[in-house]
């Protein structure tokens, strides 16, 4: 019986950080990105980007720009990595003077979404074009509360393109 038990709360405690772990329905990652870049095959202009899960296992994300008024969907999965991200931020490839959204970080995991590769980063890849990852900052924010938490990493103000 104690065995039972144990497991029971194992069980809780597992599943309840793994959901922590998660982007929630009344959660929104937002970051300022200076350059135009594309996701799902659409390019998003530069400027405020937001991204929230569309579906409750996270498998879809809706990524928009509210300013330039474009928004769209695209699929997504989720990694785990060996450390846990210091800081919310959306990563890019970038080739040349193109970037391609392929990855959202966050704070305090190991699990980030992947997002597909579009048509245009796979022919570029496919050309042996050399590509550099850019991490752009971010903040979480909640619908529920209208509060967010502004992040940093090493003092530089959200929205900084840092590359790794």
């Not at 809780?12 to 200076?34: C, D, E, T, Y």
């Not at 400027?47 to 474009?70: F, S």
């Not at 570029?124 to 590509?131: F, G, I, K, Y």
């Not at 900052?137 to 502004?150: E, M, V, Y």
Request: glycine letters at 6%.
């Amino acid at each position: 019986m104690k065995h039972a038990k144990w497991i029971v709360v194992v069980t809780l405690v597992v599943l309840s950080g793994m959901a922590a772990a998660q982007l929630n329905s009344g959660s929104k990652i937002v970051a300022q990105v200076p350059f135009e870049f594309v996701v799902a095959n659409k390019i998003v202009p530069a400027g405020k980007c937001v991204v929230r899960t569309a579906t409750l296992e996270g498998k879809v994300l809706t990524i928009e720009n509210p300013d330039a008024n474009v928004g769209l969907f695209s699929g997504s999965s989720q990694t785990e990595s060996k450390q846990s991200a210091p800081h919310y931020a959306l990563v890019f490839n970038q080739y040349g003077d193109r970037y391609f959204l392929s990855g959202i970080k966050l704070q305090g995991s190991k699990i980030a979404y992947r997002l597909p590769e579009s048509k245009a980063e796979a022919e570029l890849r496919a050309q042996n074009v050399s590509t550099t990852e850019e991490t752009v900052l971010a903040s979480l924010l909640s619908d529920h509360f209208k509060s967010g938490q502004q992040l940093s990493l090493q003092n530089r103000p959200t929205g900084v393109a840092v590359q790794d």
